[in-house]
């Protein structure tokens, strides 16, 4: 398809910025969604130098009249949804299932989990309307393997893969492909956040057989794919982007 | 697209099926082909006509995958063709024989394994000095190895064992920056899964499927193409279902 019309939750930083940019070089229209209006305007002022077509709408994604206008404006601006990556997400509070509460577990489901699900409710009817169109959600190594000192974050995306499966049966009805993409460490600030220390980050590296951390560039290109027409026979699946990582 | 200019690839059962029509992909994105046959010499040479007809680069070689030294044949011609380098392996060739276990022969059995699983392993063995950093191994799963299909427990096995390969290829060989990676086909429509063109096999392929329609071997060698690019520079150990997200 040329230009299509994708939304990226999300997308301020991180992967969710490298996607954007990914997806500018492909040609596409874009609107970018965050948190930060700054940080917002910032991002859509690099994308138009790229000659890209691109709005920022503020959507924080646990809250479903957020998410709403985001699709809705979203339409307005460009008249159709032809691909959404539903990439917001947040590391939580990282610790032992002991000090987990009912907080630390709102905090995360709230983004991680509603969200998507919010976001695939209103994603999901306008491309069901469209009768076309493909989403791509964020999933994580640890949402198909466990990891110390993360519960609940495994927990939140473990959700989402079965979120993922569950839509794509759903869609497939009208047309529609849902995917997941699931990286393992990359270098990005959550990553930083996630480890604590220089020590613990070199001792995730050291698992993956590339033997290196992954680029949010790498991410990137796979949700491109998952996306696009290349993709077309692929739907309900977990693409794991990791260097290796879940086949050490 | 030309993201694979300059690149050397090997395919193996690539006169007919998905292997026919990942060497199609393959050229057409630049790169210089080797099209392997077992007995369609015709066919292979068909098909290397066709990608020079359209400006590429392609080369027949027949081997019987099926020998002992099968592999270790086809990997010399192959060296004599490109020299020192090989950046796709995509070892495609494989036999598939329902029977019950009742059925099921010795000869049969044995027969699927040389092609399926020893032929692949002793490739990847044989083609190692060609393979270096960025170079890109595409191994062929099946839905079979994932699930109850058809009639075929000896030949799942043989794809239950690539999986498997898989994940120790990708580890082994990561230090060296050679990613290892598997296609796991659904019912495509080939003269494997003939069955699919009958009304009964028809239907029986949509009622596991979420995508209602018969997948096409281009579906499958548009995939194994993203897994022999750049794009895919971050993938390894992974293998992707093909199958228009059948039973998930």
């Given at each position: 398809m040329s230009h299509p019309v994708v939304l990226i939750t999300g997308a301020l930083a991180g992967i969710g910025r490298a996607t954007a940019l990914a997806f500018a070089k492909e040609g596409a229209r874009l609107v970018v969604s965050g948190r930060r209006d700054d940080a917002g305007e910032k991002l859509v002022a690099e994308l138009r130098g790229l000659g890209t077509e691109a709005e920022f709408i503020r959507a924080d994604v646990r809250h479903e009249a957020d998410v709403q206008n985001l699709v809705d404006k979203t339409v307005a601006r460009f008249g159709r949804l032809d691909v959404a990556v539903n990439n917001a997400g947040t590391e939580g509070k990282p610790g032992p299932v002991t000090e987990q509460t009912a907080e630390s577990y709102a905090a995360t489901f709230d983004t991680n989990v509603l969200g998507v699900i919010l976001s695939m409710k209103h994603e999901l009817r306008t491309m069901q309307a469209q009768g076309s169109g493909s989403i791509v959600n964020l999933s994580s190594t640890m949402g198909h393997r466990g990891a110390p000192g993360a519960s609940i974050y495994t927990a939140s995306k473990h959700a989402v893969e079965g979120l993922t499966k569950a839509a794509a049966l759903e869609a497939a009805a009208f047309g529609v492909r849902v995917n997941a993409v699931a990286p393992g460490p990359v270098e990005t600030e959550m990553l930083t956040r996630f480890t604590g220390s220089a020590d613990r980050k070199a001792g995730l590296v050291a698992g993956i057989p590339l033997k290196r951390a992954g680029r949010p560039e790498e991410i990137a290109d796979a949700i491109v794919f998952a996306s696009s027409d290349k993709a077309s026979f692929i739907s309900g699946q977990i693409i794991a982007v990791n260097g290796g990582k879940t086949a050490s | 697209m030309s993201d694979l200019v300059s690149q050397t690839a090997l395919v193996t059962g690539a006169s007919r099926g998905i292997g026919r029509a990942t060497a199609g992909a393959l050229a057409a994105a630049g790169a210089r082909v080797i099209v392997h046959y077992g007995s369609a010499a015709r066919e292979a040479e068909s098909l290397v006509a066709e990608i020079r007809a359209a400006g590429g680069k392609a080369d027949a070689v027949g081997a019987?995958?099926?020998?002992?030294d099968g592999a270790h044949k086809l990997a010399a011609e192959v060296r004599k063709l490109v020299g020192e380098r090989l950046d796709i392996l995509v070892a495609n060739a494989g036999i598939a024989t329902a029977a019950s276990i009742e059925d099921q022969t010795v000869e049969e059995f044995d027969r699927m394994f040389a092609v399926n699983v020893r032929a692949p392993f002793f490739l990847v063995q044989q083609l190692l000095p060609l393979l270096g950093e960025g170079s890109s191994v595409v191994l062929l799963s099946s839905l079979a190895a994932r699930a109850s299909v058809g009639l075929l427990p000896a030949y799942a096995a043989t794809k239950g064992a690539i999986d498997t390969l898989v994940k120790h290829f990708a580890a082994l060989l990561g230090p060296r920056g050679i990613r290892v990676n598997a296609v796991a086909p659904g019912v495509i429509d080939t003269e494997m899964s003939k069955f699919a063109r009958t009304e009964e096999g028809r239907q029986f392929t949509l009622g596991m499927q979420a995508l209602q329609r018969i997948g096409h071997a281009d579906d499958v060698a548009d995939v194994i193409a993203f897994l022999g690019s750049d794009a895919a520079r971050w993938v390894t150990g992974d293998t992707i279902q093909v199958g228009g997200g059948s039973k998930i």
């Open positions: - | 019987d995958l099926g020998a002992p």
